[in-house]
């Protein structure tokens, strides 16, 4: 008789011993950081493969699932990332490395996802200029966007910030997706604030896109029945010397699938208005959107050079 059947509980269906040596498979030089969460990663696993017995043909449709990721991504396609954010990863671990709340209980700007569609390319433009590059007049509702950035603690504007954009066309697809059609960094810049902290530059009201569907994600949407929709949104990445860096996405208010994202980054404090401009040959809509960084130890810095995801 076993001990565990001696002892009144039911014995192991499966070894017992199994996971624990694969992880001790592993040898000494083992980054500690990765031995910790390559650990913890094999013990979820095969805890998971227990607990729906996972059978034969069920893993090899996974096999052929990861391949079909692989396949499906090209130089301006990566669809690892794209399902990371489809499955709610990016923005849990977005969730985990921005929560930041200061001594008086209030919090900076809310972070979100980075997607796959930020560059490094961006090129700086001068305050008051437009990202839109292409289309006389743009296809879209041009905006005046605007705002302060400050710092959290001490509630001083942030001279020099920097605040990166980058926002789909109005046909859904970034510059680098569609060369038909658009030009170079067309609907992206780098702004940087005056002295007193303001920005103020010229982009679209979003317009919500379909992500593709032809290829490992749309497989996924299909067999678990859903849509693939993100809302209207403007990507923004704000960065200062001597500040934690957020980067984020704005959402109209009133746009359809805010409430049921299909990367399920939207977060209610990133909900915004387009309210009408007048007198303003250059655009019909208003947006301002101010900005709070928190202090951190060490330096930090816009971030150029950093290679396109």
Same mark, same amino acid.
């Given at each position: $008789?076993?001990? =565990? ?20 498979? $592993? ?8 031995? /910790?969460?390559?650990?913890? +990663?094999?013990? @979820? ?7 729906? /017995? !996972? ?40 969730? %985990?490395? @921005? ?6 209980? /209030? ?5 979100? %996802? ?31 966007? @605007?705002?302060?950035?400050?710092? !959290? ?50 982009? +679209? ?5 379909? !992500?593709? =569907? ?12 859903? @849509?693939? $929709? ?6 923004? $990445?704000?960065?200062? /010397? ?12 009133? #746009? ?22 007048? #007198? ?28 396109? !995801?």
């Amino acid at each position: $008789m076993s001990s =565990t059947q001696a002892n009144g509980s039911q014995p192991h269906r499966f070894d017992p011993n199994f996971t624990q040596s694969v992880i001790d498979a $592993m040898g000494p030089k083992t980054d500690p950081r990765l031995r /910790e969460v390559m650990s913890s +990663l094999i013990r @979820h696993l095969h805890d998971f493969t227990r607990e729906v /017995e !996972l059978t034969v043909d069920e893993w090899m449709a996974g096999v052929k699932f990861i391949n079909l990721i692989g396949q499906t991504s090209t130089a301006t396609r990566n669809e690892a990332h794209r399902m990371s954010d489809v499955l709610g990863l990016e923005s849990l671990v977005d969730e %985990i490395a @921005h929560k930041h709340v200061n001594e008086s209980g /209030e919090e900076p700007t809310s972070s979100s %996802i980075l997607g796959p569609f930020w560059s490094p390319n961006a090129p700086f433009r001068e305050l008051g200029g437009s990202i839109i590059q292409d289309g006389v007049p743009p296809k879209g509702q041009p905006t005046l966007m @605007h705002g302060v950035i400050t710092d !959290l603690d001490t509630k001083k504007p942030i001279p020099g910030a920097v605040i990166d954009i980058w926002q789909a066309s109005a046909n859904g697809k970034y510059d680098f997706q569609d060369p038909e059609n658009q030009t170079p960094n067309n609907l992206r810049g780098k702004f940087r604030c005056n002295e007193k902290g303001e920005y103020w530059f010229y982009c +679209l009201k979003p317009t919500a896109y379909s !992500l593709p =569907t032809d290829g490992a994600a749309g497989a996924l949407f299909t067999a678990l029945d859903r @849509h693939p $929709m993100r809302p209207a949104h403007i990507h923004l $990445m704000m960065t200062a /010397e001597g500040y934690k860096p957020v980067t984020t996405q704005l959402y109209p208010r009133d #746009d359809p699938y805010v409430t049921n994202d299909t990367v399920f980054a939207v977060k209610d404090d990133l909900l915004i208005d387009f309210l009408p401009r007048k #007198d303003d040959a250059q655009a019909g809509l208003d947006l301002e959107y101010n900005v709070k960084l928190a202090p951190r130890e060490g330096k930090t810095a816009p971030m150029e050079g950093v290679a396109r !995801l």
